[in-house]
């Protein structure tokens, strides 16, 4: 089984910057798409961004256009969210999952290997 092991969370203040990263073991010569979601208390986890295998094909939710980079490096097997401009609403549990498709689509339910998760915390 996959495993997806997420850093790079903490608590920032609104305009700050972090970069969020997952590293997948077990992945070596496989093609798969990975994604980032979110989940805020109280609420669904929500797509955040996902990016194709060769990094060619991204998508992004519209609340993080323009702020959130995704990028990959596919000889360490790692996913990076760099999340710029950050804002209150963007707090919550920051999740990466990964697919064995390898097409990058919205729904949680596409995903079938998911990481711990890492806190992002963004003061006002």
């Known amino acids: 089984q996959v495993q997806l092991v997420e850093s790079g969370g903490g608590l920032v203040q609104a305009g700050d910057s972090l970069r969020l990263s997952c590293t997948a073991s077990d992945r070596t010569g496989k093609n798969y798409a990975m994604a980032w979601f979110r989940q805020a208390p109280g609420k669904e986890r929500e797509f955040v961004s996902a990016i194709s295998w060769s990094g060619g094909n991204r998508r992004y939710a519209d609340s993080v256009k323009g702020r959130f980079t995704i990028f990959r490096d596919n000889a360490k097997n790692t996913v990076y969210l760099q999340m710029n401009s950050l804002k209150p609403e963007d707090t919550g549990v920051y999740y990466c999952?990964?697919?064995?498709?390898?097409?990058?689509?919205?729904?949680?339910?596409?995903?079938?290997?998911w990481g711990q998760g890492t806190q992002v915390t963004v003061s006002p």
């Open positions: 999952a990964s697919n064995d498709h390898g097409i990058i689509v919205t729904t949680k339910t596409s995903y079938n290997d």
